[in-house]
């Protein structure tokens, strides 16, 4: 019962900006949208949320469309160490667990 | 940059032993939290623990499993009598809300032969 729908992969050079797609179009007007990571054998880490309005932080942005039924996480400069798996999760904030999904790989190309 | 600690790295034992996996959350962090990574497949949610109490847990996490915080710091997950398939990464997390994003540990990654 997934909840939202990423691609599989997807490549991007080095400096420049990756855009990672996201469509959650059953999202309910009290589920946020949040962005994880998971590098090689490493734990997720957490990158960013939102619930309608766009959002930015150190690590990257995330554009909600105003439907809210697609995001877009964007990383303005991707290095080598942007390599990695690239979860798009919806829940609500009471919600005791985050659920994910297979996300999408994300490969750096030097 | 606060961390959340996981020992050991790495852990191997026999089947049928009992193993605890040990963490220590973000101090300020309330919520605390079990995953695991099964090699090559999904993270996996097993429990959440709030104000001394689980709050949810998986269908993964059968009465072979159990959670505790000892002491206000650790928060500990022990598995009664470990089988061959609960070899995986075993990830704590920890979050000051039940909004925030969670913090996670680098794992502790266990062997069962």
């Known amino acids: 019962d997934a909840k939202t729908t990423q691609p599989t992969s997807m490549d991007c050079a080095e400096g420049r900006a990756a855009n990672l797609p996201c469509n959650h179009s059953?999202?309910?007007?009290?589920?946020?949208v949040y962005w994880y990571r998971q590098i090689h054998s490493q734990g997720p880490q957490y990158i960013i949320h939102?619930?309608?309005n766009n959002e930015t932080n150190e690590m990257a942005s995330l554009i909600i469309t105003e439907d809210r039924k697609s995001s877009t996480l964007i990383l303005p400069h991707a290095t080598l160490r942007d390599t990695a798996v690239y979860y798009c999760?919806?829940?609500?904030?009471?919600?005791?667990?985050?659920?994910f999904g297979k996300g999408t790989r994300l490969h750096i190309l030097p | 940059e606060p961390e959340v600690t996981q020992t050991p790295s790495h852990q191997v034992t026999q089947m049928g032993q009992e193993v605890i996996l040990r963490c220590v959350p973000i101090?300020?962090?309330?919520?605390f939290y079990w995953y695991r990574q099964i090699l090559g497949q999904k993270v996996e949610f097993l429990v959440s623990?709030?104000?001394?109490?689980?709050?949810?847990k998986s269908e993964i996490f059968d009465d072979q499993f159990s959670v505790e915080r000892p002491d206000g710091s650790n928060f500990t997950l022990k598995i009664r009598s470990t089988k061959l398939e609960d070899s995986a990464m075993y990830f704590c997390?920890?979050?000051?809300?039940?909004?925030?994003?969670?913090?996670f540990g680098s794992g502790t990654r266990l062997t069962v032969v």
């Open positions: 997390a920890s979050s000051p809300t039940a909004g925030h994003g969670y913090t």
């Open positions: 939102g619930l309608k």
């Open positions: 059953t999202i309910s007007g009290n589920e946020y």
């Open positions: 101090s300020n962090h309330l919520y």
């Open positions: 999760i919806v829940r609500v904030l009471r919600d005791d667990k985050i659920i």
């Open positions: 623990f709030y104000n001394n109490e689980i709050s949810e």
